[in-house]
């Protein structure tokens, strides 16, 4: 929250559709405009890419699951589909994603609206349904005290653990940036993109925590739910909804139904995912930032940036095919989805507080005489993820179990500061000033 509130404060003052490398420029000062604005934005686009192939990716497994467990689940004698069927789901999943992109702002605007009441309406939902329909129900004391540290993984620190667990609540938080990427499109920029960033962010912890809470409850058996000898093969989530209602009613099909309920919730968020992409790439592009910028920003009549749309889908069904490889390698992919995104978030935070904090002019929304204090705050919390996420995740570490975060995240620096020393400074100045 405290990331989202100072990003606001700088998008209130610099609505662009470049966000986060638009703000970078302006706020380095002309000197350091060029070198800042490439950092951030590569690190941005880059990491949305990866949100997108994780999004659309995890979407696809969970359809497999799906298909699992309407055939009869694991052990009775359910389909499971391979891992190139998983990729197939995947690229068909971008494939809609892309069409729906290439419609007019309008329609889009709709199915976003669609797409928010989805998710709290389906949320709700859940969090009612399953405890309700659970026959076993988990204590309040097991919720709120249980701190379970048997994982099979090596690891039986607490703090060691809980540490290693923040990954998924700050990878669940990315993607508020999307906001700043609209404004452009958006009535009273300057106050509706703030707005934007921090409803994102606040929404998101007061629904997910209620949404956790609702499923802890249903759970009592931790170990089963891992195992992968269970109905769903391993996936916790979906056979907890299975669970519950195959020991009430004799059968899954409404756990299925839940499961479907969350899975069109994904689909929604893979949708706005490429969305922000396409603006990103097509911003980027305006600034001659990309190989073959010129195509990229190029709109069609319904002032959709279409080629910028496909490129999206056709790089994030590229990042996946790693997955056919190697898990490992996929997941070092995805990582940088959280890494690399919080370090373009970070960029512009610590420019805003270290070479613009004489200069900077806030807009409506702003901070006042907090926001140097929260902007150090929010760049430090940046820095702690980073080495946190890059701690090995299972011991004895091998190949196989080494986390290869830092390893990803360095190969990208290292490629994104090489692209500059050779070409890009020749060439690139910065954002384009729009009139």
Same mark, same amino acid.
């Given at each position: 929250?405290?990331?989202?509130?100072?990003?606001?404060?700088?998008?209130?003052?610099?609505?662009?559709?470049?966000?986060?490398?638009?703000?970078?420029?302006?706020?380095?000062?002309?000197?350091?405009?060029?070198?800042?604005?490439?950092?951030?934005?590569?690190?941005?686009?880059?990491?949305?890419?990866?949100?997108?192939?994780?999004?659309?990716?995890?979407?696809?497994?969970?359809?497999?699951?799906?298909?699992?467990?309407?055939?009869?689940?694991?052990?009775?004698?359910?389909?499971?589909?391979?891992?190139?069927?998983?990729?197939?789901?995947?690229?068909?999943?971008?494939?809609?994603?892309?069409?729906?992109?290439?419609?007019?702002?309008?329609?889009?605007?709709?199915?976003?609206?669609?797409?928010?009441?989805?998710?709290?309406?389906?949320?709700?939902?859940?969090?009612?349904?399953?405890?309700?329909?659970?026959?076993?129900?988990?204590?309040?004391?097991?919720?709120?005290?249980?701190?379970?540290?048997?994982?099979?993984?090596?690891?039986?620190?607490?703090?060691?653990?809980?540490?290693?667990?923040?990954?998924?609540?700050?990878?669940?938080?990315?993607?508020?940036?999307?906001?700043?990427?609209?404004?452009?499109?958006?009535?009273?920029?300057?106050?509706?993109?703030?707005?934007?960033?921090?409803?994102?962010?606040?929404?998101?912890?007061?629904?997910?925590?209620?949404?956790?809470?609702?499923?802890?409850?249903?759970?009592?058996?931790?170990?089963?739910?891992?195992?992968?000898?269970?109905?769903?093969?391993?996936?916790?989530?979906?056979?907890?909804?299975?669970?519950?209602?195959?020991?009430?009613?004799?059968?899954?099909?409404?756990?299925?139904?839940?499961?479907?309920?969350?899975?069109?919730?994904?689909?929604?968020?893979?949708?706005?995912?490429?969305?922000?992409?396409?603006?990103?790439?097509?911003?980027?592009?305006?600034?001659?930032?990309?190989?073959?910028?010129?195509?990229?920003?190029?709109?069609?009549?319904?002032?959709?940036?279409?080629?910028?749309?496909?490129?999206? #889908?056709?790089?994030?069904?590229?990042?996946? *095919?790693?997955? $056919?490889?190697?898990? @490992?390698? =996929?997941?070092?992919? !995805? +990582?940088?989805?959280?890494?690399?995104?919080?370090?373009?978030?970070?960029?512009?935070?610590?420019?805003?507080?270290?070479?613009?904090?004489?200069?900077?002019?806030?807009?409506?929304?702003?901070?006042?005489?907090?926001? #140097?204090?929260?902007?150090?705050?929010?760049? *430090?919390?940046? $820095?702690?993820?980073? @080495?946190? =996420?890059?701690?090995? !995740? +299972?011991?004895?570490?091998?190949?196989?179990?080494?986390?290869?975060?830092?390893?990803?995240?360095?190969?990208?620096?290292?490629?994104?500061?090489?692209?500059?020393?050779?070409?890009?400074?020749?060439?690139?100045?910065?954002?384009?000033?729009?009139?």
């Amino acid at each position: 929250m405290i990331v989202a509130l100072s990003m606001a404060e700088i998008c209130s003052s610099y609505p662009t559709s470049g966000g986060l490398y638009y703000w970078s420029a302006k706020l380095a000062g002309p000197r350091w405009a060029p070198f800042a604005s490439w950092i951030t934005g590569w690190f941005n686009i880059v990491g949305q890419w990866a949100v997108t192939t994780s999004v659309d990716y995890s979407l696809a497994q969970l359809i497999q699951v799906i298909i699992l467990l309407s055939t009869g689940g694991k052990n009775g004698g359910g389909y499971e589909a391979s891992k190139y069927v998983v990729i197939a789901f995947h690229g068909g999943i971008l494939f809609l994603h892309g069409v729906i992109n290439s419609l007019p702002i309008s329609l889009l605007s709709f199915l976003g609206q669609l797409a928010a009441i989805w998710n709290v309406l389906g949320v709700f939902v859940l969090m009612i349904v399953i405890p309700s329909v659970a026959t076993e129900r988990a204590s309040a004391k097991f919720v709120f005290t249980h701190f379970n540290a048997e994982n099979g993984e090596g690891i039986n620190s607490k703090p060691y653990i809980f540490l290693l667990g923040l990954l998924m609540s700050q990878y669940t938080l990315t993607g508020f940036d999307a906001s700043a990427h609209m404004t452009e499109e958006t009535k009273d920029a300057d106050r509706n993109g703030p707005k934007g960033i921090i409803s994102a962010v606040g929404i998101s912890i007061v629904v997910g925590w209620g949404y956790i809470l609702g499923i802890t409850f249903a759970v009592t058996d931790i170990l089963y739910l891992l195992s992968e000898d269970n109905d769903a093969g391993g996936y916790a989530i979906a056979q907890v909804f299975y669970q519950a209602f195959k020991k009430r009613y004799g059968h899954g099909t409404g756990g299925i139904i839940c499961l479907v309920i969350v899975a069109v919730a994904i689909f929604f968020c893979g949708m706005s995912s490429v969305t922000s992409n396409s603006r990103m790439a097509y911003a980027f592009s305006r600034d001659g930032a990309m190989p073959l910028s010129s195509l990229w920003h190029k709109v069609n009549k319904q002032e959709v940036p279409i080629y910028a749309v496909w490129l999206s #889908v056709f790089i994030s069904f590229c990042m996946a *095919l790693t997955s $056919l490889g190697s898990i @490992v390698a =996929f997941e070092a992919m !995805v +990582s940088i989805a959280t890494i690399g995104l919080y370090i373009a978030y970070a960029f512009p935070i610590f420019l805003r507080v270290t070479l613009a904090r004489k200069h900077f002019v806030s807009g409506p929304f702003n901070l006042g005489r907090y926001g #140097v204090v929260v902007g150090w705050v929010a760049v *430090l919390w940046v $820095l702690t993820i980073s @080495v946190l =996420f890059s701690l090995p !995740v +299972s011991y004895p570490i091998t190949i196989k179990t080494l986390n290869y975060t830092p390893v990803a995240v360095g190969c990208l620096l290292i490629l994104v500061v090489s692209y500059w020393l050779i070409s890009g400074r020749r060439w690139f100045k910065g954002p384009i000033t729009n009139i």
